[in-house]
């Protein structure tokens, strides 16, 4: 079991993904065993922008691509919240070589933020957002 947890903020401002500090490294101890590889986060963004998350091992997307897109509210109240968002897959890497798992994130309009929302409005509370790898035998 692997797990990496970030308290800073980050943030990205393109449609193609970007790490953003959340990753974390595995060797599974055969290559027929999977790994399950599980994600939560807080979003924050704009009115009206799609963000789109990805997880990927090396330079593979993992499961399905992206594997969620947040539809932040057309409401400007919107931009003042974190939307939190939980993701776990059953990763088949092959290999017994050292594995990196990244979160991404990417947005089609202004900037996509990780543990803060887009208008910080006197917020202060402190996100964690969290990636958790774990081996599991074939």
């Keep these: 079991l692997e797990f990496r947890r970030v308290l800073f903020r980050s943030s990205h401002s ?20 999977k790994v399950l590889v599980s994600v939560s986060v ?5 009115q009206t922008a799609n963000e789109y998350l990805y997880v990927y091992r090396g330079a593979t997307v993992v499961g399905s691509k992206p594997f969620s897109v947040v539809r932040i509210g057309q409401d400007i109240q919107s931009e ?7 993701w776990s897959y059953l990763d088949s890497p092959a290999t017994t070589s050292s594995t990196t798992y990244s979160f991404k994130m990417a947005t089609n309009y202004s900037t996509v933020y990780l543990n803060r929302p887009y208008n910080q409005g ?6 964690i957002s969290t990636i958790t790898v774990m081996e599991i035998a074939a």
Excluded: E, H, M, R
């Design 42 to 46: 807080f979003i924050g963004g704009a």
């Design 122 to 127: 006197g917020f202060s509370d402190v996100l």
């Design 14 to 33: 393109t449609l193609t993904p970007a790490s953003v500090g959340l990753d974390v490294s595995i060797t599974p101890s055969s290559s027929s065993n």
């Design 80 to 86: 003042y919240q974190c939307i939190p968002v939980s």
